[in-house]
């Protein structure tokens, strides 16, 4: 680690050292990725890679296919989580706001400032601040710590920002919490994303967190109150 690093440097490190280097996203196109967020609800993440190549296989990603493909065709993949057949519904409703809007080129939509960008990407049904951006950060379109469920409670838990009665306002107050400590890297930002994320996933659980076995204690405000609790 390098001298003077961050706080949250330290402790995206820290969890490398645990995880090791995890794989890239597995879809970075913008399009692609609205469709690979909406096609399995809460399915697991191979679960949902699965469903994935199923869809491109026997649908296609043009939103013209989409339209055009039954909804029974749709099913067995959007089976792979919950709410199948409102997903089925979403990927026709985000195909036709592709057509009708962007003449079924996002790239395009995607092209100009940031502020555009995100207002394009929230169109889409189930893409709100943190999707649109993690879209942005995983197509390398904007340099922004995206978070997710997960990630965001880890960095709750280790004292970023505060828990608000709305997820919205908890996220914005985590993200200003840690943009003077962030490395304005693609590469680390999609790893702190990622890293987040298991963390949150395998140990920072939402109910009976694994402190004992996590790295980060030192750290977090959240094994500090219990322990005084205690």
Not at 31 to 37: A, D, I
Not at 97 to 120: E, N, Q, Y
Not at 179 to 190: H, T
Request: glycine residues 6%; charged residues 30%.
């Amino acid at each position: 680690m390098a001298k003077g690093a961050s706080r949250l440097e330290r402790i995206v490190a820290a969890l490398r050292k645990l995880y090791g280097s995890l794989p890239p996203p597995p879809v970075t196109d913008p399009w692609e990725m609205v469709l690979f967020e909406t096609l399995a609800y809460l399915a697991s993440d191979a679960k949902r890679e699965a469903a994935w190549a199923r869809f491109r296989r026997a649908i296609g990603v043009r939103p013209e296919r989409i339209l055009a493909a039954p909804a029974s065709a749709i099913l067995p993949m959007t089976r792979a989580g919950i709410l199948a057949e409102d997903r089925v519904e979403r990927l026709k409703d985000a195909a036709a706001i592709a057509v009708r809007d962007f003449d079924g080129d996002l790239d395009a939509a995607l092209a100009g400032s940031a502020v555009t960008a995100r207002k394009a990407l929230r169109k889409f049904p189930g893409i709100g601040e943190p999707g649109a951006e993690k879209i942005l950060l995983f197509s390398r379109r904007e340099k922004v710590l995206a978070l997710e469920s997960n990630g965001l409670r880890a960095l709750l838990r280790l004292g970023y920002g505060r828990e608000e009665k709305s997820y919205a306002a908890s996220y914005a107050s985590v993200r200003e919490a840690t943009r003077r400590e962030l490395r304005f890297d693609f590469d680390w930002l999609i790893a702190a994303h990622q890293l987040l994320r298991r963390h949150g996933q395998d140990l920072c659980k939402r109910a009976r967190p694994h402190c004992d076995r996590c790295p980060l204690t030192r750290e977090c405000v959240y094994f500090a109150s219990a322990a005084l609790g205690a």
